[in-house]
T-cell receptor
Framework: GAVVSQHPSRVICKSGTSVKIECRSL??????MFWYRQFPKQSLMLMAT?????????EQGVEKDKFLINHASLTLSTLTVTSAHPEDSSFYIC??????????FGPGTRLTVT | SQQGEEDPQALSIQEGENATMNCSYK?????LQWYRQNSGRGLVHLIL?????REKHSGRLRVTLDTSKKSSSLLITASRAADTASYFC??????????FGQGTELSVKP
């Protein structure tokens, strides 16, 4: 099956710093990728839709200046959490669409802000 | 935003028993999918059922869909300890985005 990777798998950073998370589709091209956030014991909440070559579309309540998304190529989307704070600590998961509706998920990135 | 509710929120059963999880959603859909997530890990796709289908099987999994009630159920038969995980339903939204239910945390005791 299709493979989507995320890097890093875990990251710990200090409050006020920025963290970049990469999402790559390894064996297919994805014009659309999605970023989700998951707090402990909760479901996945869609943060934004990342479109190659255009600006990301953010869900209501998600600060676009805080969560910068860049979809620079058909296989790579990055999420940068700027000026991270402890409340940004979460599990961030990306997914990529192959074809019309097949969506493949990355393994997730655990962000801890101290 | 969440699409709907899943119940139960948590389910604990013995190995060999069947586990049934339910999902309700609010808007019309083209398809509904079920995913499994082991603790702290990514999602594993289990099964997709289209809006014109009523039932679908895959191994020990059986999914039903009732579009008139906007609900779906996932049945895992003859459960195993390895089935312990969280299970989420997800409906298709605009532009391919998925809208997830709240999830059911399943614990299968050996």
């Amino acid at each position: 099956g299709a493979v989507v990777s995320q890097h890093p798998s875990r990251v710990i950073c200090k409050s006020g710093t920025s963290v970049k998370i990469e999402c790559r589709s390894l064996d297919f091209q994805a014009t659309t990728m999605f970023w989700y956030r998951q707090f402990p014991k909760q479901s996945l909440m869609l943060m934004a839709t990342s479109n190659e070559g255009s600006k990301a579309t953010y869900e209501q309540g998600v600060e676009k200046d805080k969560f910068l998304i860049n979809h620079a190529s058909l296989t790579l989307s990055t999420l940068t959490v700027t000026s991270a704070h402890p409340e940004d600590s979460s599990f961030y998961i990306c997914s990529a669409i192959r074809g019309f509706y097949e969506q493949y998920f990355g393994p997730g990135t655990r962000l801890t802000v101290t | 935003s969440q699409q709907g509710e899943e119940d139960p929120q948590a389910l604990s059963i013995q190995e060999g028993e069947n586990a049934t999880m339910n999902c309700s959603y609010k808007t019309s859909i083209n398809n509904l999918q079920w995913y499994r997530q082991n603790s702290g890990r990514g999602l594993v796709h289990l099964i997709l059922i289209r809006s014109n289908e009523r039932e679908k099987h895959s191994g020990r999994l059986r999914v039903t869909l009732d579009t008139s009630k906007k609900s779906s159920s996932l049945l895992i038969t003859a459960s195993r300890a390895a089935d312990t995980a969280s299970y989420f339903c997800a409906t298709d939204g605009e532009g391919g985005k998925l809208i997830f239910g709240q999830g059911t945390e399943l614990s299968v005791k050996p």
